[in-house]
Structure formats: C-alpha cells, structure tokens
C-alpha cells in the first residue's frame, strides 16, 4: 500500500504562487505515475497533471504553462508549482500515483489517491 500525504495549500491572491507537495510512503514510488487532480466546488473532480517515471510530463489546458510538476525520487515527493495563480484555480488539490506508469488522465488509471489540500485564490 502506498499513503499520499499532500502539503502547501492555503490561500493567496490572484497572481501569486504556490508549491503543493505530496510524500508518498509504504513503498517507493519511482516508477509510478504521479498526478495531480483537483476539485472545485460544485464541480467534479479533474486532471491538473501528471509526470512518469522517466519525468514526461502532461498537462491540463487550463494551466499549461503557468503550472509544473515535478519528482524527486530520493524522498519519494512530487511537486506542483502554480504560478499566475487565478481565481477558477481555487479547489482541493489531491495527488494520486498510478502503478503501471500509465501516463494518462483518466481518475481510474490512478491505485492511491491523498485526502488532498485546499487551494483558494482571492481576486
């Protein structure tokens, strides 16, 4: 079994950054898929991005560009950095790893799954 624990939400105005992390524990994950996925309220629960064990990445439309995923396999931890942050990015941000390194978007794809993290972006 492998626990997701996500850090680093809180609440910003609009342009600002933010880093979330997520320390996986119970196993090593370096050869999963690591995402991240969040929900809005009222909303359903969306892809934000997701990096493979080789480091490919992918991303959402919504936040190509302003928002980068990356692992450090030596403490088991993936990142997210938001930056130019916008009001319609505020959600729970929940990290998820997939252990066939999949690569792909889908909720289903994803074993394990953190209780996620508040992110709420003032205007």
């Known amino acids: 079994q492998v626990q997701l624990v996500e850090s680093g939400g809180g609440l910003v105005q609009a342009g600002d950054s933010l880093r979330l992390s997520c320390a996986a524990s119970?196993?090593?994950?370096?050869?999963?898929?690591l995402g991240w996925f969040r929900q809005a309220p009222g909303k359903e629960r969306e892809f934000v991005g997701g990096?493979?064990?080789?480091?490919?990445?992918r991303y959402a439309d919504a936040v190509k560009g302003r928002f980068t995923i990356s692992r450090d396999d030596a403490k088991n931890t993936v990142y997210l950095q938001m930056n130019s942050l916008k009001p319609d990015d505020t959600a729970v941000y929940y990290c998820?790893?997939?252990?066939?390194?999949?690569?792909?978007?889908?909720?289903?794809?994803?074993?394990?799954w953190g209780q996620g993290t508040q992110v709420t972006v003032s205007s």
């Open positions: 998820a790893a997939d252990s066939l390194d999949n690569g792909g978007d889908r909720q289903y794809e994803f074993d394990y």
């Open positions: 119970g196993r090593t994950v370096t050869y999963y898929t």
């Open positions: 990096i493979r064990w080789n480091g490919n990445t």
